[in-house]
């Protein structure tokens, strides 16, 4: 059987009325806690924090109080659909107007019992989860050009600079090392075949037209 992720468990938790931060906490730790990843907390601001993951981009600690409660998704169907087709108000209707809501005339393939695909759970990390898979999906399909958000400092205050912070990110996401790589003319982005009939001759013999072009590269 598949082990439990992070995810997994927030949402079994959620659908438990009697389930605290406190059991969830502890469901975590009895699931993760052999993994190499799951540390104890390291937060310098949050001493209250349960327990630390280390991401690629570095140590990171959390704190799972409200967790559960933040999870929960109370808005109900029936009240969203009276937003959406009855208020006058054009940014409300422009709020709702992805959420299914609670149409007063089901599909036929819903009266048979059939589940709408994609419609997800009714918390937020179903939502997310949902929301996710069709990004990806989205990502493999297409040829993405990123954006990357560098975090100024850890106050969130305006025209706040933290250098060693910003270096950090800049490091760890790998910016500073596509620019060095950029910097010796060596390509970041390059289609195999084309690679390899543009360095070959760096090879020293070891590559020739028989190579596959990904091996090659």
Known sequence: EKPMGLWA???EESLFPKATDKSF????KAALGKLSIFLKPQSKTDKNAHFAIQHYAGVV???VTGWLEKNKDPVNDSVVEIMKSTSTNSLLVHLWKEHPGQPTSAPKEEQKGKKKKGSGGKTVSGVYLVQLSSLMNTLHGTEPHFI????????KQPFAVEPPL???QLTC???LEGIRICMRGFPNRILYPDFKQRYAILSKGKVDQK???RKAA
Do not use: W
């Not at 906490?25 to 975590?28: G, R, S, T, V, Y």
């Not at 990357?148 to 106050?155: A, D, E, G, Q, Y």
């Open 148 to 155: 990357r958000c560098i975090v100024p400092n850890t106050h």
């Open 173 to 175: 996401n790998g910016v």
């Open 9 to 11: 468990i927030l949402e």
């Open 25 to 28: 906490e502890e469901k975590l």
């Open 61 to 63: 600690s959390y704190n």
């Open 166 to 168: 910003i270096m950090h």
């Open 211 to 213: 190579t596959e072009e």
